[in-house]
């Protein structure tokens, strides 16, 4: 089965950090760019993070830029979003994403049409 499954997330306090786990199955993830995104009650999705397919481009929304760290592992098929110095309002649902033409990340943005295949989410939580 072709999927997406995120892990990771959890209640944390502000200024902690959680990492969240991007694990494919059926597809080499090292073959994508992946995205993460993030919704909370409310709110439009927010495109968080992105890599391309070759790793040449990373993106961070400017909120996030020097707290959040986007990586791959090919070997584990597994792309992970590193997330330090939590702020309530990185509070949301996490979701990571695949683009198989490599056209949804760029240096200016991840464009959420661009990505096919979604995973259900994981929750964060970060308590003031």
């Known amino acids: 089965e072709v999927q997406v499954v995120e892990s990771g997330g959890g209640l944390v306090q502000a200024g902690g950090s959680l990492r969240l786990s991007c694990k494919a199955s059926g597809v080499r993830i090292g073959d994508y760019a992946i995205g993460w995104f993030r919704q909370s009650p409310g709110k439009e999705p927010e495109g968080v993070s992105c890599?391309?397919?070759?790793?040449?481009?990373?993106y961070y929304v400017d909120s996030v830029k020097g707290r959040f760290t986007i990586s791959r592992d090919s070997a584990k098929n597994t792309v992970y979003l590193q997330m330090n110095s939590l702020k309530p309002d990185d509070t949301a649902v996490y979701y990571c994403?695949?683009?198989?033409?490599?056209?949804?990340?760029?240096?200016?943005?991840?464009?959420?049409?661009?990505?096919?295949?979604w995973g259900l989410g994981t929750q964060v939580t970060v308590s003031s």
């Open positions: 994403a695949t683009d198989p033409d490599d056209r949804g990340c760029s240096g200016y943005g991840s464009y959420e049409y661009e990505y096919n295949l």
């Open positions: 890599i391309s397919s070759l790793g040449g481009i990373a």
